[in-house]
Every structure is written in structure tokens, then in C-alpha cells.
């Protein structure tokens, strides 16, 4: 599947036409990691957004992300993402350093990879997917926070 197939079945892409969808994927550039290797730190700058074109990655939020809640996580909790899932994405919102840290899980996983300023300039000469993609984070921001609410809620904890 190429990178344009991919991204139109994204949700963070929803609403965009193809040549828009092809205006991004001008952008970024494949990589590839295998097995262990850490594509992102937690605390580090945030400087790219990804997408797994091939193979899987771990996401490893810690505990200092997590609010002191009673119920909540105390060690690293994880999650995978694969084919046509996104990561990264939230500092295009605040330029904010990454949340999370984030390891290749399988030998030749292919990532897609966009540089978080030639999003910005692209957003910047078409403000239309810049709202789209914009509207696409906040709509997946909000139902993870009501999620994570929930959550807390069920735990007995106060948010």
C-alpha cells in the first residue's frame, strides 16, 4: 500500500481529497527501524510525526505523564500501533516535548516520518488542511481525555 492509501484511511487525515493527501505525503520520507530501537523519547524535543507503514511500535507512556491519581499506573504502560497508525501527532498542536517513548517491536518496520515545520508551512499556505488535520487531533485529544476521565472515575479517583 503506498503512503498516499495509507493516509487517506487515517482518521487524523479524514476529510482531506487526495491531493491534499498527496501534498503531505510530499513531505516526509520512509525510515527504517528494527527491533528495540527508540524512535522517540519521552521529555525529548518533538520535532517529527510518524506513521507505521510496515510492522508495529510500543508506546511507553511513564509515570511521570500520569496525573498522581489513585488507580492510576505506577510503571510504564503499553500500547502498540501498526499499520496506518499515527504517533507524534500532538506537537503540532504545541511544539511540546513527546509524552511518550516510542520502540520498534518487529526487525523492518517501515515508519513514514514528516517534519512537524514542513507541516506548519504547509498549513500556512493551505489553511484548509490545516483546519482539517487541526479539527482530526482535537476530535482524537477529546475522546482519549474522556477515555483517561472515565477511567479515573471507575478507579475511584478524582480528576
Known sequence: MSVVDLLQHSELFMGLSREQIECIAALGHEVTCNA??????????????YIVCRGLVEVEVGRGVLPDVPGAPQLSSIVCLGEGQIFGEMALVDSGVR????????????????????????????????FIVMRNIATDL???????????????GRI
Open 99 to 130: 509524552s511518550a517513548t516510542v520502540r520498534c517491536a518487529q526487525d523492518n518496520t517501515v515508519l513514514y516520518a514528516i517534519p512537524n515545520q514542513s507541516f506548519r508551512e504547509l498549513f500556512e499556505r493551505d489553511h484548509t488542511i490545516g
Open 142 to 156: 477529546s475522546f482519549k481525555l474522556r477515555h483517561r476521565n472515565l477511567q479515573v472515575r471507575l478507579a475511584g
Open 36 to 49: 528495540g530501537d527508540v524512535i522517540i523519547s519521552e521529555g525529548a524535543p518533538s520535532d517529527k510525526i
